[in-house]
């Protein structure tokens, strides 16, 4: 038989030998490769239980986000009208330093847009008056040339508080 030149890492290719065939969770895997790190290089061990070294030594940290998400929510359960301004004013009297643009964001992930109320519709016309109605007099007129006619309609002029 010839010998071979093997690495000690031949077998971590193969899946029979391999511990990542078996399907951890990244946690025990980290448990796993803590015990196993005393007696081996933690490099060895994380390709054999197949997980990458900089996944073992990162630890998450909890997310800042996580408070400020749940104190959202409750400002938007609180005022279901409240859009993401007054929900960040709502936030700062409640002590948080929040910015309005992380607000809106966070809002807009949750689904928590601010509840409009409808608006009124509002009516440009009405027919039953006591004025007269003028007949159309154009309705008949044949038009040969360009600028024979000028015709406007006016209905109702918007101003700021109504229409007229």
Not at 7 to 21: E, T, V
Not at 44 to 70: K, N
Not at 115 to 125: C, D, V
């Amino acid at each position: 038989m010839r010998a071979t030149r093997r690495s000690a890492h031949d077998g971590i290719g193969d899946r029979k030998k391999s511990l990542g065939s078996v399907e951890l969770p990244l946690e025990q895997k980290r448990g796993v490769i803590a015990m196993l790190a005393k007696e081996y290089p933690v490099s060895v061990v994380c390709e054999i239980v197949e997980c990458a070294r900089s996944s073992y030594y990162h630890r998450p940290t909890s997310s800042p986000d996580a408070g400020l998400q749940r104190a959202i929510e409750e400002v938007a359960a609180a005022w279901p009208r409240y859009g993401y301004r007054r929900v960040t004013h709502q936030l700062r009297r409640e002590g948080w330093t929040v910015n309005h643009k992380r607000v809106a964001r966070m809002m807009r992930d949750l689904g928590l847009q601010a509840q409009r109320k409808p608006k009124p519709r509002t009516t440009t016309t009405d027919s039953r008056h006591a004025f007269p109605r003028y007949p159309n007099l154009v309705e008949q007129l044949e038009i040969v040339r360009p600028e024979q006619v000028w015709v406007s309609d006016i209905t109702y002029i918007g101003l700021r508080e109504e229409f007229v």
